[in-house]
């Protein structure tokens, strides 16, 4: 019986690893029995993911993706043993809340580096032959790029970036036999919303949330989505925003 959600001898990178979605959905694929490459934060990050992988095969790799250039080094790692590179799913990223007033290069720099630049230059990476002969990519955005909120400007530029990208990179990478999407999450309990929220109130969060009519999303409720995308059983989508938000139509801008 086919399925789909067999990733058994498949190997995939996932950024953003060490919490929330990236974290989730690590998880999940060594569940499905992937090896999977995680590329975290911290030592600390790694030691507390580590058992939660089940199966063997993984690697973990310590990066800054504010730090600029040594990707090249992981990828050429991760294929050393012969075995390319089956997708990447890039979850790493930050949101910083910033009024216009603060608007400046070092600012937007640091977003642009780790939620943008950075995704683009592995993506190119994995496009090479010498990485992959097939592949797919999941770059993880956000619906706030629909829906967006005051004070949000600069990681939604980041966002939308990568939206955009992503429609140029699919027709190109199709040749190379790769898929690509960005997954748009609405709000999810992770550390991220967490700190978005941390100026309201609960009842200013609850009035935020209840706009979901499914309402707040667990990390996994994503990781679910990214494995639909990473798998065959979605071999015609391509290029595409796919829309992950809960049913965020009680919304009034």
């Known amino acids: 019986m086919w399925n789909p ?9 996932v950024t953003g690893a060490g919490s929330g979605i990236g974290k989730a959905t690590a998880v999940r694929l060594s569940e499905q029995g992937a090896e999977v490459c995680l590329i975290v934060r911290s030592e600390r990050r790694a030691e507390e993911v580590k058992p939660l992988l089940p ?14 250039g040594g990707y090249k080094e992981i990828f050429d790692d991760i294929v050393s043993d012969g075995h390319k590179i089956d997708g990447l799913v890039y979850s790493a990223g930050i949101a910083k809340i910033l009024p216009v007033t603060l608007f400046n290069k070092a600012n937007m720099d640091e977003s642009m580096t780790v939620n943008l630049y950075s995704f683009a230059e592995m993506v190119g990476l994995l496009s090479k032959k010498k990485y992959h002969d097939k592949a797919n990519v999941v770059g993880v955005s956000s619906i706030s790029v629909r829906y967006p909120q005051k004070c949000q400007g600069i990681y939604l530029a980041t966002k939308a970036g990568m939206n955009a990208m992503v429609t140029s990179m699919a027709i ?8 690509i999407n960005t997954l748009m999450p609405g709000a999810v309990n992770t550390p991220m919303l967490k700190a978005a929220h941390a100026d309201k109130t609960k009842e200013q969060i609850e009035e935020v949330l209840k706009k979901s009519v499914l309402g707040l999303a667990e990390p996994e409720d994503i990781a679910d989505i990214i494995l639909f995308l990473l798998s065959d059983a979605s071999r015609m989508i391509t290029g595409r925003e796919i829309y992950a938000d809960g049913g965020l139509i009680n919304v009034c801008i």
């Not at 190109?172 to 898929?179: G, Q, S, T, V, Y």
């Open 5 to 13: 959600y067999d990733f058994s001898g498949k190997r995939f990178i």
């Open 55 to 68: 199966g063997t095969g993984h690697r973990f790799y310590i990066k800054d993706l504010n730090e600029s």
């Open 172 to 179: 190109e990478l199709a040749d190379k036999n790769i898929r």
